[in-house]
């Protein structure tokens, strides 16, 4: 059975999960409408991957004698300027998903639930995993700079990374 604390802390990244999936999901819509069919293929791809975050917490805590809680959502940003800036984003918002997984590992010490604890290490793997890729496009992109070439096979090799999950 799941701690109060523990079940509301795994509902809160219950909510983060599906947010990052409509985050990504933006993305992907801008990069599809700025003609980066590419981009936009790989962030779609991200965006189902964070709902499938989402649905094994979601399952966790229901298997686990909690009540996962279906939120309403912040609403995304629509425009992200550049490509370089909106990879930018997609780095630093998944730091910030690393760090909630480390208060949530954090909790489930706190709280002795060791098989929240053990549930949660395929969070941190993944998590580690896609830190790397998202630093890995974003270094690219920046060492393209405005090169319109480089642009173009940029946009046409993303596709292939890809996280395992
Ligand atoms: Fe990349 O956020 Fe899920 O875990």
Redesign the pocket.
Known sequence: MLSKRLEEALNKQIRI?AE?SQVYLSMASWAEVKGLEGVAGFMYGHAD??RM?MLKLVKYVNERGGHAVVSDLKAPETEFGTLQKMLQKLFEH?VF?SQS?NELVHITLDEKDYATHNFLQW?VA??LE?EALARTVLDKINLIGDDKGGLYLFDRDIQQLTVES
């Open positions: 999960e990052s991957e964070e975050h998944e998903v997984i969070y993944e998590q896609e």
